[in-house]
Structures are given as structure tokens and as C-alpha cells.
């Protein structure tokens, strides 16, 4: 049984479609990922997935439980981490999991036994009984994290789990998620705006854009698309390069290959690889080189190839007009040289943040804490 099945799910606003007729199933133990711009639709299908909205068409499963009909046993099944801090600052970290232990209507030993279990998948045993106000922020996200674990749940969501935190505690906070998921077994779905981190730790990763998966696989899958590495390679001198051109031309793994000022840059299938074969290539040419670069795609590129974010003409290697296409090998012209290479964030922040709540308040079914209600429990 898949830890979701989403079937034909749809959600209309006044016109407006969000999320447009999608399908597609999380697989038991998987760690997935939606990574979408901002209005994608990622937050309404959350919303749906986790019964807080009801869809205007279609169905889905969550443990195998449907969530038009047996919205009590969903709610049992999943955890939900909301980016939003709910935390009672003046009471210690295990206090504030026994609450929500109570709203679980588990008994006294249980309750014991699972918060010292889920103290020590997070890390905080230690600071156990210190005041949550003085927690880092990442301990905060730790233990709530850990609050959404303490029922057992089959399916851990996870809204933006480390918008706001520092380059460090985002690192430590990937850590912790991966470590429940190989240890704890969760099956995990997260919404990040942060491509770095759904290409970290996803096994598979939806680009939503418009209200619809635009492409969906693993982080190297999707990285393969866009049609292989990019070498540079910097010349030494003012060498006439066209003998290395000529040669490049012949070479049925060189895809493509673009002049740049003192250099070249050639797409090929397996960068690694083919590194020593262009140095040689060069030096049977008579062109010295100083510097030999290998980029490879990143997720960023799938994700501005797709979601249609790149300004037009911008060249985010920062090369932009300096560089010549001499020509293409047959019309097996490769993306990675229009995609540019692993450059800023896309204009991804910090601030950046799912509204999980305010625009879809209208027609939530809920509140959030209910939504881990203690419907359905002994
Ligand atoms: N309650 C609502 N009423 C009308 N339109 C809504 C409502 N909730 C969401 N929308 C619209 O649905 C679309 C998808 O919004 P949604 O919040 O799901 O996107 P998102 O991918 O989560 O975006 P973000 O990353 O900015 O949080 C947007 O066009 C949004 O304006």
C-alpha cells in the first residue's frame, strides 16, 4: 500500500483553478518533496492531502485511508508540521510535548515512554526540561518536528521545515528529517521553496507549477534532462583554437560546444569522464589550457526550465554576450548551455513562505490543531 494515492484531485477558487486534476502516488518510506513557485498550488493540495480543504473534485488516500470519507482516520495517520511556530515558549520542551501528548489520548506510561523517544530522534534529550524560550530556532523546528511525531504517524507533512533558519541549523535540521525518515520510518512529504534542500534530501521531487505537477522523479533523474555537464576550458594564450574545434567537431560525445572569451565550453554526457579526453584533444590541437572547469546541472536549472522563471535573454553564468555558438554536433543541441549553470537561488529567500492558512481560510474545514485531533483515538 502506498503511503498516498492521489487520484484525479482537484480544487477550483472562484475560477480560479489551484490545483488542476492531479495524479500521482507516495510510495511507503519515501521522502518526496513538492518545490513549486510561490502560487503553484503546493499549499492547497497540502491543505487538501492533510482534510483541511475539501477538494472540488477527485480523492486521495492517506495510509490507505480516503480523505472525503474517513477524514478521522487521515488525521490519525499523518503528522503536520506547519512553518508557523506553535510552541508554549514558557514551558520546557518535554511539557510541551506532553500537551499535545494529552491531545493524542495517550495514557501516562505511553506518554513517558514517547516523548523520551521522540526527545532522542530529534536530538534534544538534553535540553529536555530548559524553557522553549530558550531554544535556538532550530531546536524549536527539532521539537516541533518531534510534536508531530509523538502519535506515530504513518506520514510526517512538512511545511517548509527550515524557512528561516541559518546555512548551519538548515544543515543539522536536514539531518534530523532524513534520520526520521531512514530510523522512524516515516513516510515524509515536504513543500520547500529551497532547491538545494528538495534536491538534497528528496528521493523524488514534483515541480508544481500552475496548479500542476510539470515534472516528477528523483533530483538526478530530473537533473539529467537537461542534457548533460558542461566542461570549461581556458586557454593558456592567444592559441588559434580552431584545430581544437575541428577536433571537437569529430567527437561523438561532445554535444555541443560554445567559444567564450580565452576558452570553451562543451556540453558532454558524463563531465567526469570526459575531462582527460578534452585536454588531450587540446593538446593534439596545439592549445594550451589553465583551467579546466566541470559544471554540472542542478536542480535549479530543471526548475527554471520548467516553471518558466528565467528571465529571457539573462545568462546566469554571467557570461551573457560573450559567448559565440561555433556549432552544434548534428542537432543534438543540449539545454545545459541555454540553462546556465549552478548559480544564485533563484530568487528563492528566506521569506519566502507558504501561506498555509490565511488564503485558504475561507473554506478550511478546521482548525490546525485539530487537525491532529484526538478524532478517532481511544
Ligand atoms: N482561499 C483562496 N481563495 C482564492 N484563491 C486562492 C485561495 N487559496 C489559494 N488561492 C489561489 O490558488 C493558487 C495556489 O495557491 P497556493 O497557496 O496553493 O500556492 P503555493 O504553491 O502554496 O504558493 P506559496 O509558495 O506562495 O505558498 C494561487 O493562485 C492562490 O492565489
New binding site residues.
Partial sequence: MNAINVDGITKE??G?T?VDDLSFAVERGELFGLL??????????INMLVTLLPPSAGTATVNGHDIRSERGAVRSSLGIVFQEPALDEELTGAENLAFHSRLYGQDRTERAERIDEVLTLVGLSAERDDPVGTYSGGMKRRLEIGRGLLHEPAVLFLDEPTVGLDARTRRDTWEYIQRLNEEAGVSIVLTT?YIEEADHLCDRVAI?DD?DIVAMDSPTALKATLGGDVVVLEFASADDPTALFDRLEGQSWSREFTAVDDGVRVTVDDGDSRIADLVRLADDAGVRISSVDLREPTLENVFLELTDRSAAGSDRNGTAGGDRTVMASGDRKGKALESGDAGSAGGETAS????SSG?????VDDDRSSAVSTEDQP
Wanted: charged share 25%; net charge negative; proline share 4%.
Fill in positions: 477558487f472562484d480560479v489551484a513549486g513557485p510561490n502560487g503553484a498550488g503546493k499549499s492547497t493540495l521553496h508544481v496548479g519566502d513562505s507558504m501561506d488564503r485558504s481560510s475561507g473554506e
